[in-house]
Structure formats: structure tokens, C-alpha cells
């Protein structure tokens, strides 16, 4: 094949079969390699080649109305939670991590730690999410004071290994 027909079939790619500019890249690559290096043949520059177009992708970005009816119908316990998402712009593993810690309502922050891309950044705290999540905290803790009452303030770092000789006998 010469410069022709390699053009041809890059353009194809881009034309019928709609391929992405980085999978267009790819072919070009490999065939200036075989080209190159195997065959020991210079193709001239490609020029007349149809360039892959990349898609371009709306956000989904849902509406002030979409949010509210999103909120009214979630229930108690992911309402705080979705609002957090909503209102400091977290991700959700970014808001399943959080702690007491993360969170600075003088500042009117919460800090992530280790959020996309393993960076740590701080965002805003809503005004309007200040008390109820005051209100959680302080649930939070009646219930950690009530398991220390009944006996439950220890947490297993890690199981123990059995012994060689436990692995044979009956549970």
C-alpha cells in the first residue's frame, strides 16, 4: 500500500466507522511503525487524511426544580447526605468518607482527603446545611455513648490467625 491508500483507510476509520481521534492515532502509529521499522519504507506525509472528530459530551446537569423533586422524595437517612453532595459539590465516595474532622463550621469548610486523583482539597460548606448537620453530630454521638455504656467500645484492628492445630477441630 503507499500514501493513497493508507490515507483511505484512515479516513474510512473517521468517516464510516466513527472512530475516536485517539483510536485514528493508534492506526497511523502502527502503520508508520510497520512501515518504518519492519518494511524499512519512508511513506510521505499523510495529508490528505479525513481527521476523526471527537464527540463532544453534554454535562447532565440536573435544574433548581429536578434537585428539589430529588430531594422530596429521598428518604430521611440520604436526604443530609444528597444535600451535602448537592450543596459542596462532592463526589459521593468523597462524602461517605468524611469525618468529624473534615468538616469546619467557623470557616464554613469541609476539607476531602484523598478525593479524585488522590488530591486533598477543601470546599464550601452551605449555610443551610450548618445545623442539621450539628443536629446529626450530636445524634451520632448519644448513640457512641450508649454503645460505650452497653459495653461496646472496643473495634477489632484486625481477626486473629487460628493456631495450626485449631484449623482441625469441629466449630
Request: hydrophobic letters at 45%.
Amino acid at each position: 500500500m503507499g500514501k493513497v491508500e493508507v490515507e483511505a483507510f484512515l479516513s474510512l476509520l473517521a468517516v464510516n466507522h466513527g472512530v475516536s481521534p485517539s483510536t485514528q492515532n493508534l492506526a497511523l502509529s502502527a502503520i508508520l511503525l510497520l512501515y518504518q521499522h519492519v518494511s524499512n519504507v519512508d511513506l510521505p506525509w499523510l495529508d490528505d487524511v479525513v481527521r476523526a472528530k471527537p464527540k463532544r459530551r453534554l454535562p447532565v446537569v440536573l435544574s433548581t426544580e429536578e434537585v428539589q423533586l430529588l430531594f422530596t422524595h429521598c428518604g430521611a437517612s440520604q436526604l443530609l447526605a444528597l444535600k451535602m453532595l448537592y450543596g459542596s459539590g462532592l463526589r459521593l465516595m468523597e462524602c461517605v468518607r468524611l469525618r468529624v474532622g473534615d468538616i469546619d463550621f467557623s470557616r464554613h469548610t469541609v476539607r476531602v482527603h484523598a478525593g479524585k486523583g488522590g488530591k486533598d482539597r477543601v470546599t464550601v460548606l452551605p449555610d443551610a446545611l450548618v445545623g442539621s448537620l450539628k443536629k446529626q453530630l450530636v445524634y451520632v454521638e448519644i448513640i457512641h455513648r450508649m454503645d460505650l455504656a452497653n459495653g461496646f467500645s472496643e473495634a477489632l484492628l484486625a481477626v486473629p490467625i487460628p493456631k495450626q492445630g485449631d484449623l482441625n477441630q469441629p466449630a
